[in-house]
């Protein structure tokens, strides 16, 4: 590589350099945007930096557009109904309801709960092909229950998918809950089934209520469900999500699962108000259409309602459906890469070839030779990953959707904290990565400790580690930064595999670019003061 | 030419360093891993002992992109070449030392990794290592021969890439763009097929003991996937060095 710069590139004017004289005295100002001219010359004309940088970005790009996968979805297949509040929701569960006019209450006891969940891997039931089927077969497999298989009552706006509700529950493993409008949940007892559940509708408030006994009332939680009319759909539900067996093992995080079903057994039943029809309807609300499991003994004084799905916020990956825009940038590390190596050679090259010495002369403030330094090479990264993160984010969730793939849909101020955050990550770690370059002083050094630091983490939380590691890691490190990517919040409520390579991490957003920040600041510093009091 | 590039290695600053970060680097993560593994699978004390291979190979690998790199940033190479201008002589004889240096760093490593397995496992009510099962020595043996061919690997990209920077960003992808690809697209075929490709996937293949009829692809034919990768740099190495200015 060679590695002459032009001689404006140490910020030398041509007057200055050839009669010898001071300059004139100049603005700060104006003697910093020299200096950052002149490091964007350097930047500019080196052989390989530029084609370094837009290499790393090229491979992002196509990583992004290039995806393998392939799904059946169309938009009028896939979408998912809207919730109360205006996000995308999972509504699918069976509905035992008649509707109640005006105040009243529904009381019942869930006698009990039983369930199919997928065989697990391995055993005799699913080699037999009884196992995990493909998301869209029928559930099969052997008894158990999801720990969030839900039986319980609710007061629902309608039987349209994605209206209000607030309800309350029996649960596969989570005790009694009380939850309403999709992404709001209340833990109750612990307690499971046989269990009494109440529900009362005063107005738009909806209490929720549960005992062990049928005597000893404890309240669950009130919740208020804006614009509720004054005829809601009222009645037993069940439902039981996609199942997933997470082997949170060694290498990496698997997982494998299926849909699973439950069935609540309810007697009691204690009904009080105006409730006019006087007969249970049973009702599949949401769900595919080619897959209904869903069954109803409505005859009493036991009731049985069979559901699969579920009421909650729809999520992608394994309990899910689809991907989300996070999934899209997966190549970013590569451009990672190329930014690191390219901060740490920007700097260490000056030392190598004693043109440090040169840029000193011409500006002896040493601190503003490297705050121009970070201002250029953090810019030019800057703009270039924006564009390349919007490339991907929007043509590569296009190519994701005609090939079939479900790609959620996210608010605009998420897209942008994607984009921009993505463009900030590659800047940051850049200037990082200079400042490590600065101290080190040698391409061989700064380049490892720069890979070892910043990239490598984020593969290894990916690919080596798992769990608890994976989580550390993500939060201590440069890498944590990666956060800013998470389109869509891990919802305690629905079992899934949050991990990094699906797009969830363990800091918030903000949280994780400030560990980024406070490294390359931090690294910034000890480059200002080495520069300063070491000979160059 | 065998003497003189075990001089040059040996006399490169921060070589031993590196090498000896490469072997810490892998045995801590073993024993990491070791304290913090909880599965109950019966191959689980074999790939909680060898998970640092995972860190291990990318200091390997930037080892062995630095020992031909650094020629190229220097202009050595040019020196190099005129005293030894059977070009294709000289690159066999930098595989010869990168190999027999990395294999010896490698076997530490896993060594160590190995004797850490053998003192944790047992208190952390893992299964235990035993030597006499074919498939741990195949496990143990085959991952420094991975490793080594990882180095392989890192000496032909950085001959045809011939800038120690570009080579190690263009390794390190090689490594991790398949796993992490194959982590993140949703169809199980593709996850499939790109670990059959991977050098990182298929190689650590080696690694697994018990059942091994659900791998995408089997020890040693993941191996052989890894080996293919480093001839084919190799020899594109080859050939490249042969037409081209150094």
């Known amino acids: 590589m060679s590695t002459s710069f032009p001689r404006e590139a140490a910020g030398l004017s041509p007057d200055s350099a050839t009669h010898g004289q001071t300059p004139p005295p100049v603005s700060a100002l104006r003697t910093f945007g020299r200096l950052m001219r002149a490091e964007w010359t350097k930047l500019r004309t080196v052989r390989g930096w530029m084609a370094a940088l837009l290499g790393g970005v090229a491979a992002m790009i196509a990583l992004g557009l290039m995806t393998g996968a392939q799904g059946s979805c169309t938009p009028q297949r896939c979408a998912q109904p809207t919730g109360p509040d205006g996000q995308e929701v999972t509504d699918a569960f069976s509905f035992a309801h008649q509707p109640l006019t005006g105040d009243g209450s529904i009381t019942v006891r869930v006698a009990e709960m039983d369930g199919l969940i997928p065989a697990d891997p391995g055993t005799e039931a699913e080699d037999a092909g009884q196992g995990p089927q493909r998301a869209d077969g029928p559930p099969s497999g052997m008894p158990g229950l999801a720990p969030w298989a839900k039986t319980g009552l609710m007061i629902k706006d309608g039987t349209r998918p994605g209206a209000a509700y607030a309800a309350i529950m029996t649960t596969g493993s989570h005790g009694v809950r009380m939850q309403h409008n999709f992404t709001h949940d209340r833990a109750g007892t612990s307690g499971n089934a046989p269990r009494w559940l109440r529900l009362t509708r005063t107005g738009e408030l909806i209490v929720g209520e549960e005992s062990a006994d049928g005597h000893a009332w404890t309240k669950v939680g009130e919740v208020r469900l804006n614009g509720l009319p004054a005829t809601v759909q009222a009645g037993m539900f069940a439902t039981s999500p996609q199942y997933s067996r997470v082997d949170d093992g060694l290498i990496g995080t698997a997982a494998s699962g299926g849909p699973s079903q439950v069935t609540g057994a309810f007697d009691h039943l204690e009904l009080e108000g105006d409730w006019p029809a006087a007969a249970w309807t049973g009702t599949k609300i949401g769900g595919p259409i080619d897959r209904d499991v869903s069954g109803f003994g409505l005859t009493g004084p036991v009731f049985r309602v069979t559901g699969s799905g579920d009421v909650a916020p729809a999520t992608a990956g394994l309990a899910g459906i689809g991907v989300t825009i996070t999934q899209t940038l997966v190549g970013t590390f590569v451009a990672l890469i190329a930014v690191v190596v390219l901060g740490a050679v920007v700097m260490t090259a000056e030392f190598r070839r004693g043109l440090v010495r040169t840029t000193l002369a011409a500006a002896p403030r040493r601190g503003r030779v490297l705050a121009a330094k970070a201002v250029v090479l953090g810019g030019v990264t800057f703009l270039v990953g924006l564009v390349a993160a919007v490339l991907v984010v929007e043509i590569g969730g296009r190519v994701m959707v005609s090939r079939g793939v479900y790609v959620h849909p996210v608010t605009t101020g998420i897209r942008t904290q994607v984009v921009v955050g993505t463009a900030a990550l590659l800047a940051f770690s850049a200037v990082l990565a200079m400042a490590l370059g600065t101290v080190l002083r040698r391409s061989l050094t700064a380049v490892t400790t720069g890979i070892v630091l910043i990239v490598l983490p984020y593969l290894l939380s990916l690919t080596a580690l798992s769990g608890e590691a994976a989580d550390w890691v993500l939060r201590v490190t440069p890498a944590a930064a990666f956060a800013l990517q998470q389109s869509r919040p891990a919802y305690p409520q629905v079992d899934n595999l949050y991990t990094a390579a699906l797009g969830y991490f363990p800091l918030p957003p903000w949280g994780g670019f400030s560990v980024l920040v406070a490294w390359t600041t931090a690294a910034l510093v000890v480059a200002a003061v080495a520069l300063r009091r070491r000979d160059a | ?246």
């Open chain 2, 1 to 246: 030419m065998l003497h003189a590039e075990w001089t040059k290695f040996r006399t490169t600053p921060g070589m031993i360093w590196l090498l000896l970060i490469a072997i810490a680097a892998t045995v801590t993560v073993s024993v990491l891993a070791i304290s913090t593994a909880d599965c109950p699978q019966r191959d689980c004390g074999v790939s909680a002992t060898l998970t640092g291979v995972r860190v291990g190979q990318a200091v390997i690998a930037i080892v062995a992109v630095l020992v031909i790199g650094d020629e190229y940033r220097t202009g050595m190479i040019r020196t190099t070449l005129v005293a030894m201008p059977r070009r294709t002589g000289m690159l066999a004889a930098k595989v010869a030392v990168v190999s027999a240096v990395l294999t010896v760093a490698s076997a530490t490593a896993v060594l160590g990794s190995f004797v850490a397995g053998l003192h944790l496992l047992p208190g952390r009510d893992l299964p235990a290592l035993s030597l006499t099962e074919g498939e741990v020595i195949r496990a143990f043996g085959g991952s420094i021969l991975y490793l080594t061919m990882i180095g392989l690997l890192g000496v032909g990209v950085t001959v045809v890439l011939r800038s120690p920077a570009a080579a190690i960003g263009s390794v390190l992808g090689l490594l991790y763009v398949f796993p992490i690809v194959a982590a993140a697209v949703p169809d199980q075929d593709w996850e499939r097929r790109l670990q059959q490709i991977g050098p990182m996937d298929a190689g650590l293949a080696i690694q697994r003991t018990g059942d091994l009829t659900d791998l995408p692809v089997q020890p040693w034919h993941g191996l052989g996937v890894v080996a293919l990768w480093a001839v084919a740099a190799l020899l594109t190495a080859a050939v490249l060095l042969h037409r081209r200015d150094a």
